[in-house]
């Protein structure tokens, strides 16, 4: 159970970043309490355009991460079919990738093992050191829909990298914050930020304000921009906390749909500090949130963190 000696009044906080949130009392059974099992995927592999077999029902293959006997690939790249951005696009200059992180129809990101998650890790570096060769593309935006509830329109894992010719306004926001006393070099010691694990390079843990029910961030202790800056080794370290992560959000929270958010640099810039939110859909922003950039969450991130650390895989 919670400690008892957390505060379960409402609570109003605003952090660094301006996000916002109206805290209260979680009125939800504790997700935990039901039996954790996967979602049964429907589709026939023999018909899903991302399974081996079937490379030739996507856009021509980019890049792949072939097996170790050399006989079919662990991951693989290519455009998406129906992309948001597109290079010969004038007025929406880019490229929108996909990016099939394993070949087995019915896992999810959390079942692979954390050799394969860094394997994955290392092609979405990849794939950002080739848009940053383009002088037009500014910042790339990679995520990560899973299930349908968080956007996803197929069912087989995957990860979508949208190359933009601008940088959003709220990458320009948490760049600009990272100057100084960068505010996620200070998290180890802040206490408004509970901590899940303390583990190698980095840290996971529940935002001060959480944007959803239960989010999380991993965040690495050095002041490091993005993905294509750390080393391998760095990466690998990245995979088992990622792993860690998911593995225990599906096993607390029963297998929600979720988002995986990566904050990274924009390209060619210093100076910013990279995160990685993991974002479970177990609650629906409605009128109150579209109407006011303020979110109504549930629980508190204490809980999430303290109850993570229970069910911590």
């Known amino acids: ?114 050799e394969e998650i860094g394997m994955y890790l290392l092609m979405v570096a990849k794939r950002l050191r080739a848009h940053a060769k383009d002088k037009k593309i500014k910042y790339t935006s990679v995520f990560k829909n899973e299930w ?42 802040d206490d408004k930020y509970p901590k899940v694990i303390s583990k190698g390079d980095y840290l996971l843990l529940a935002p001060y304000v959480p944007k959803y029910n239960h989010e999380m961030w991993i965040v690495p202790k050095r002041h490091v921009g993005s993905i294509v800056d750390l080393s391998d080794e760095e990466i690998f370290s990245l995979a088992k906390v990622l792993g860690s992560a998911l593995r225990t959000q599906d096993s607390y929270l029963n297998y929600p749909p979720y988002n995986i958010l990566y904050h990274m640099s924009p390209h060619r810039t210093k100076g910013f500090h990279m995160r990685i939110s993991i974002t479970p859909r177990t609650a629906k922003w409605a009128g109150f949130e579209l109407a006011n950039d303020v979110i109504m969450n549930s629980v508190r991130p204490e809980v999430s963190a303290q109850e993570y650390r229970l069910n911590l895989k």
């Open 1 to 114: 159970m919670p400690d008892s000696n957390i505060n379960i009044e409402g609570e109003i906080r605003r952090d660094f970043l301006g996000r916002m949130a109206i805290l209260s009392p979680s009125r939800a059974s504790r997700p935990h309490d039901f039996k954790s099992e996967p979602p049964k995927k429907k589709q026939n592999p023999k018909e899903c355009y991302f399974c081996p077999g079937n490379e030739n029902l996507t856009p021509p293959e980019i890049d792949r991460t072939p097996l170790k006997d050399g006989k079919g690939w662990l991951n693989r790249a290519f455009c998406n079919k129906f992309p948001a951005t597109n290079f010969a696009w004038k007025h929406a200059y880019g490229t929108h990738e996909i990016i099939v992180e394993t070949g087995k129809h019915e896992l999810t990101l959390s079942q692979l093992s954390d």
């Open 148 to 189: 349908e509830a968080a956007g996803a329109s197929l069912e087989h894992t995957h990860t979508q990298l949208v190359a933009l010719p601008f940088v959003p306004d709220y990458i320009k926001l948490q760049h600009k914050v990272c100057r100084g006393d960068c505010p996620f070099c200070l998290m180890p010691i």
